[in-house]
């Protein structure tokens, strides 16, 4: 019984300093936000088909199986889309993202908002700026809210997740706009 309390003892000595450590550096707070933006060899017009039409956001967002239209076409504010993710860093486990348009704004402007049902809620904006008639500079801006007191602590650990998925994301669009 004696070493059952040093083993709890010595654990309660190790997690404290890494708790410590996580609130401190922002874990707790639950909400994370993340900004990337980059040059796109492409045309404005033909960068917003590829972050509008479902079948292309598949093909360069990491972790995503399947896109369900909820709404009839054409895109616009009030369109409802669930994704459905299978989450790498949770060993594949499927999980269920419903999307609805807020703002929209033909090729300059797509804002969403994301809905994971006991995960996280989100807001994903998507603004194109035609920087010629050949070249669009795209910056993407996301915040999440997370709701799980688990994810709210290590926050700071899930960020540099999401931000280093972000970049792969952003950097897979800009590669398969440009061979278009």
Known sequence: MKWLLYLVAAIAALAGPILIFLIAVGGGRGEARHVRSLQIDRPADVVFTWITEPARVQSWVGWLVEIRSL???????????????EDRNNGNQRMDVNTEVTRFEQDRLLETRLNAPGAFTATVTYELQPMDARRTY??????????RWLAKLLEPIISRSAQQKLKEDLDRLKQKAEAE
């Open 71 to 85: 709404t009839p076409p054409p895109t616009a504010v009030g369109s409802r889309l669930l994704w459905v993710m």
């Open 138 to 147: 795209l910056t993407c801006r996301a915040t999440y809210h997370y709701e």
